[in-house]
T-cell receptor, first 114, second 111 residues
């Protein structure tokens, strides 16, 4: 049972480069989301999806794109990386709305933009 | 928008009890959570409480909820050095998939 799998775990990018953070879950969860964690800021929601083909913006969506072509995968794309996007990124998934304890997080992806 | 507030630091001696406090503003919060994050690791769900409860106990952990004051606390009994971590309070509203997190409380346990 893999749960929520994020790759890569660590990445260094140069300003202006693009990359995709991968997130996959094997629990048939309908809801998936991406958060970023910055020192002293807690976790902030970037984008989320309530099912295949449906995505929406969270609190801090600028500079990021997402798509949800399958139930399992929810990649996060940085089209032109900026130093302000240096952060730790967490993917999460849950079974349903207001799910209580069924919100699972990946192990995180540490991204540095130089 | 909705807000979740926590103190940033807490320091306790090994063997003492730790109490981490959290306040929130969303009166429609349905579930309130405590997550633990160890250095360089992801988030581990410790416990959660449904808004119609006022207390939940799970081994060394006790969660107290005062819904009137929108105040949540996490008590860790017999705190150990392995409890040193950042603890996040989070809430989700009725019918919502989304979590709103506090900024985290860094718990330091002194041997």
């Amino acid at each position: 049972n893999a749960g929520v799998t994020q790759t890569p775990k660590f990445q260094v990018l140069k300003t202006g480069q693009s990359m995709t953070l991968q997130c996959a879950q094997d629990m048939n969860h309908e809801y998936m989301s991406w958060y970023r964690q910055d020192p002293g800021m807690g976790l902030r929601l970037i984008h989320y999806s309530v099912g295949a083909g449906i995505t929406d913006q969270g609190e801090v969506p600028n500079g990021y794109n997402v798509s949800r072509s399958t139930t399992e995968d929810f990649p996060l794309r940085l089209l032109s990386a900026a130093p302000s996007q240096t952060s730790v990124y967490f993917c999460a998934s849950s079974y349903g709305r207001g799910s209580g304890n069924t919100i699972y997080f990946g192990e995180g992806s540490w991204l540095t933009v130089v | 928008g909705e807000d979740v507030e926590q103190s940033l630091f807490l320091s306790v001696r090994e063997g003492d009890s730790s109490v981490i406090n959290c306040t929130y503003t969303d009166s429609s919060s349905t579930y309130l959570y405590w997550y633990k994050q160890e250095p360089g690791a992801g988030l581990q769900l410790l416990t959660y409480i449904f808004s119609n409860m006022d207390m939940k106990q799970d081994q060394r952990l006790t969660v107290l909820l005062n819904k009137k004051d929108k105040h949540l606390s996490l008590r860790i009994a017999d705190t150990q050095t392995g409890d040193s971590a950042i603890y996040f309070c989070a809430e989700s509203g009725a019918g919502s998939y989304q979590l709103t997190f506090g900024k985290g409380t860094k718990l330091s346990v002194i041997p």
